[in-house]
C-alpha cells in the first residue's frame, strides 16, 4: 500500500509566500511522477504542477513564474513553494504521484488534500 502524507498547508497574505510538502511511503518500486492539483467547491480539480522522475516540469499558466515544484527522489518528496500568492489561489491543494507499487503495476495515488487561503 502506498501513501501521501502532506504538509504546510494554512492562511497567508495576498502577496505572501508558502511551501506545502508530501512524502510518499509504503511500497514503492518506482515513482515515475509527483505533482500537486488543487480544487474549490464546484469546480474541477486542476493540475497545478508536475515534475517527473527527470525532473522535468509543467505548471498551470496562471501560476508560472510565482510557483516551483522541486522533487527529492531519495526520499520521495516533492515540494510546491508559492510565492505572490494571490486570494484565487485559494483552494485545497492535493498531492499526487504515479507510482509503480509492484514492478509492472502503477497507480496515480492521492493525498488527503491541504488547505491554503489567501486573505488578509
Known amino acids: 500500500q502506498v501513501q501521501l502524507a502532506e504538509s504546510g498547508g494554512g492562511l497567508v497574505e495576498p502577496g505572501g509566500s508558502l511551501t506545502i510538502s508530501c512524502e510518499a511511503s509504503g511500497t514503492i518500486f518506482r515513482i515515475i511522477a509527483m505533482g500537486w492539483y488543487r480544487q474549490v467547491p464546484g469546480n474541477q480539480r486542476e493540475l497545478v504542477a508536475e515534475i517527473n522522475s527527470g525532473h522535468g516540469t509543467k505548471y498551470l499558466d496562471s501560476v508560472k513564474g510565482r510557483f516551483t515544484i522541486s522533487r527529492d527522489n531519495a526520499k520521495n518528496t516533492v515540494h510546491l513553494q508559492m510565492n505572490s500568492l494571490k486570494p484565487e489561489d485559494t483552494a485545497v491543494y492535493y498531492c499526487?504521484?504515479?507510482?509503480?507499487?509492484?514492478?509492472?503495476?502503477?497507480?496515480?495515488?492521492w493525498g488527503q488534500g491541504t488547505q491554503v487561503t489567501v486573505s488578509s
Open positions: 499526487s504521484a504515479h507510482i509503480y507499487y509492484t514492478t509492472v503495476e502503477w497507480n496515480q495515488f
